[in-house]
């Protein structure tokens, strides 16, 4: 990119190579007042041999697919070029080369120095030469891999101001065997579509900058300092604007990168540190591993010899989220002060793990300070710090972990836990926190800590104040005082406390226990005193009653006594009782009430009393007796059975249809309108069907729900079934008949986890009279039910499913008077008929687990009565005889309108389970139209339903006849 306003001259190489043979180029040799071009290939491209050389703006490969190579050797004399300003390969898929070589060789470049503006560059300083620029450019505009090579001890690069590797397009820098760099601001992966990459590398290698290092400014940078190599930085940033990506790497031994500002990994973008294989960090201002709410920064020390020394603040999660790993050997040391997740919104995550490992703080460690803070220390590592909180203040959530062998936390001061905000403290088995000073767990009013001890736990003194909770099987070495919640174990376990312990007023002990006799234990090996508190006790996977558990022993004798000792929330049924003596605490539980105290309907209270017939030692018994009551009443529910009582309301309800499939047959046999009804004027011919002989279908189908009263849960029911008949007119009087059918009843108590099914089939005689307007109709029936049931039985974390099939079985006897009235138009009969239907069921056994009933066989007995009036009339519909009808009434039942049901449990005793009621009134109501669609068919459809309390039938009825 030369000047406009200076002479130009381009090289032609017609000669030599020489630079300074003036038939080299086309205008002579370019001065300090010239520019010059290198472009089109050519066979001898120019050399700087042992001279020196000077020109204004230099271009080497300016135009598309140019060229140019420029060599600067210096080994016998000085070789110098100086240019104000230059730029390598401009032209699209241009090359530009330099190669700078020899311990005399040296380019001084006074303005800008750019490489790679769209094509390929390259730049080549080796054996002691020397490459010195103000501002330089890696990787312009392009994309190819521009590079420039520094290599070999003497030779170097010195930049003044700003260096960008990466400022649009792709740029690397490697600085290696020995040499040296130096600049001001340089950046790493400048703007957004940059990806630049900086490598210094073997011993000796060094660079030295006196600004910032941006890694990964706002696009993709990589910095990695290997093999014996040192860089001296600035305030440094990996990741620098929000979208960038950087990463560094300090690797090998004696690598060595120091900084002398701030180090952020992760400042607004996304940043990695890595030092492995014996790299080293040293950074002398403040660390910051997740700087601003953006930035997500990570670090990880691995590998023997791998060190970071601070020697300021060190944040890992500042605003943002950060993640330190320190494992296999690498050593983190020497900051003052130190933070895990340090202001609002910030996360930080610190983990040291594996033998050799070490993080060394030299003084405050906080662990959540205002964020969410995680600090694991793992397989034998170690962390050491001063004064130590594990969720500092208020809003604040720390979590602190040891996990393995040889893990060890040591804090020369205090340690709290939970001081404005929440902590918690975990300390695995075999691993140890040693506190030189005071332990607190909840600090002040409002803060929560936990601390869970299954290792060791060394302190001057451990308290746990009101908001605070101790538990773990393991040792706290310390005279220990309780005012928060102490509970032993990890289930039931015993929690050794070396020295003294107090148990405060208003504190809580919560001890678990089990049906072996064993519970949670506070081993004390001094003295006990206990100033008051609340025993809680929790039985898990049953208990003993009546059994004396030890809660608390104490070497050197136990003096006070707790204020009570309660159950855990909802055990409605059991009541603690402490005891004492010299060295020990007791704990005993005994029966405080019936199961069917808790019961709020007949049928929760009768399976209760079941359960409770059964007595204690029964896993059935067991699990109930730590029941709440609401839970209880929840469970009754469930394993009542109820779905066999309710059952049998549907089943007696739908005895109706085989008595009204009787009732229409006869009705319409005779029936036939008077002869006087007219349409239009015209005599309208009766419908009726009054053969000698006739058979009929009559196809069916209803569903229904009943409301639960309170006691048995409400009842959804479908049927659809068929019935076919046959009967004969025996004389002036009398029609005799038979019917024989199929039904198919679905039943479901969703409120119970129920369903069933019947599949019922039916047979009858039946019979009918008239003597001029009065009419008879009767009959007697047998249906035989296979019935099946499935119900879940779940509560307390048990679930089983269970299935039972049994017999029953149905005998009706019914009749029906009724007094026709001719009307004219309408024929109308007012009628009073009664059904009698005695259910009997079989015995059962359910299948399925421990809940699983047993069923009596048993006898149900219902009376139903209705009073009502039908209505029909004749009409045509074309050339067809018609019929429309309906019927309305009233339905009455008496006698076991609520079946019940008796069952046992194994070796309970027998309890009984009300159903579902079946309704004492209803309306009874159905309209239906009928037509002769031959001189001896005759087809039809209706609808019937029944309404009554909380109960309601819909049903749909099609008849077909045929006289013969």
Known sequence: MTSSFAQTTTWIGGISNDWNDPGNWSLGVPDAARNAVIGLPHPSPPHLNNAAGYVKDLDIAPSERDIGLLEIYGGLADATLNSDSAHLAYGE?????VRISGGRARWNTSGFLGIGGLGLSQIEVNNGGMLASD?????????????VTVSGAGSSWINHNRLYVGLRGVGRLDVQDGAALASGDTYIGAEESADGAIVVSGAGSSWINTGVVLVGESGKGDLTVADGASVNAGRSAIGRYEGAKGAALVTGSGSTWTTNGFLLAGDQGAGTLTIAEGGRVVSTSQVRVGDAGTAVGAAMVTGPGSQWHNADQFSVGFWGKGFLHIENGGIVQGAPYTTIATWDGSQGQVTVSGSGSIWDNAGELHVGLRGIGVLSIEDGAQVRSGDSTVGTETGSDGVARLVGPGTAWTITGDLVVGQEGSGSLNIGADSVVNASRLVTIADQ???????LVNGVLTAGG?????????GGGGTVSGNTSVAGTVAPGNSIGTLAVAGNYTQRAGSTYEVELDSAGNSDLIDVWGAASIEGGMVNAVPLDGFSLDRDYTILTAGAGVSGTFDEAAMASGFAFLTPELSYDANNVFLTLTRSAPLSSAAWTP???????????????????????VLDADSARSAFDALSGEIHASAKSALLEDSHFLRDAVYDRLHMAWNAAPASGREGGVAVPSMSDSGTNAVWIRPFGSWGDFDGDGNAGG?????????????????????????AGYSHTSFDVNARSSSGSSDTYHLALYGGAQWDKIRLRAGLAHSWHDIGTRRTAAFSGLSEHLRSDYHARTIQAFGELGYRIDTGVVAMEPFANLGYANLHTDSFTERGGTTALSGRSETTETTFTTLGVRASADFTMGSMPAKV??????????????PLSRHTFVDSDTFEIAGVPIAKNAAVISAGLGLN???????????????????????????????F
């Open 93 to 97: 898929r241009s090359v530009g080369s």
């Open 135 to 147: 501002t330089a450019a890696i990787g312009v505009d392009s994309s190819f891999d521009n590079t």
């Open 445 to 451: 009013a409002g803060s929560s800590g936990v601390l």
């Open 462 to 470: 451990v308290n746990v104040h009101a908001g605070g909770w101790l």
């Open 603 to 625: 049928n929760q209270a009768a399976t209760a009393e079941g359960i409770d017939s059964v007595g204690p030692g029964v896993p059935l018994w067991d699990a109930f007796i």
């Open 715 to 739: 009842l959804d029911a479908a049927t659809r079934g068929f019935f076919l008949g046959t009967d004969r007119l025996v004389s002036e009087h009398w029609r005799l008949g038979a019917l």
């Open 885 to 898: 009808r309906g019927l309305l009434g009233w339905r009455h039942a008496f006698g076991d309108t609520t």
């Open 933 to 963: 669609v031959t001189d001896s068919a005759m087809v039809g459809l209706s609808y019937a339903g029944q309404f009554g309390s909380g109960v309601q039938q819909h049903g749909a009825v099609a008849n077909f006849m045929m006289r």
